[in-house]
């Protein structure tokens, strides 16, 4: 029983970790909140970018893709960033699904350029796969995407 115990928690360890690995990164944001415009700015309703991520063994990541601004006008990028992630899990929700929390910020040139800073959880779903969670806050000097805070969800694979 203990060799069971011990080879499934050597299982569970050795594959909740995405070091030192290069995935693909598929995102989908929604906008919770943006600042009213009185009809002089296009809206921005939701982001979608397709990237891909590599990790390394320090919990850092940078990711780089495509980008699509989904609003009242289609618009499409480039967009790079990166995160940190917490060395440990932060927690479990369900035995052997760690979660790490991370911080991060990226780019976006679209029309304008757009920064933003990010904070979230990575959810390890599978040995392969992970899912993110996050608040992004973004910044430009284009009134359109300046001060949007979106939401998004993420799969790595």
Partial sequence: MKSLLLAALVLVSAHASAEGQIASLVNFESTAARPDSNGEDDNVTSIAYAAMEYTLPENISFYGGFSFVIGE????????????????????????????????????????????????????????????????????????????IMIGAGLTF
């Fill in 73 to 148: 006008t289609f618009e499409s990028g480039v967009t790079v960033g990166s995160r940190f992630y917490s060395a440990t899990p932060a927690f479990q929700v369900f035995p052997g699904i760690p979660m790490w929390s991370f911080i991060g910020g990226g780019v976006s040139f679209w029309e304008d350029t757009v920064y933003y800073p990010e904070a979230g959880f990575r959810i390890a779903t599978s040995d392969s796969s992970r899912l993110d969670v996050y608040v992004k806050i973004l910044n430009s000097s284009n009134e359109t995407y300046d001060k949007h």
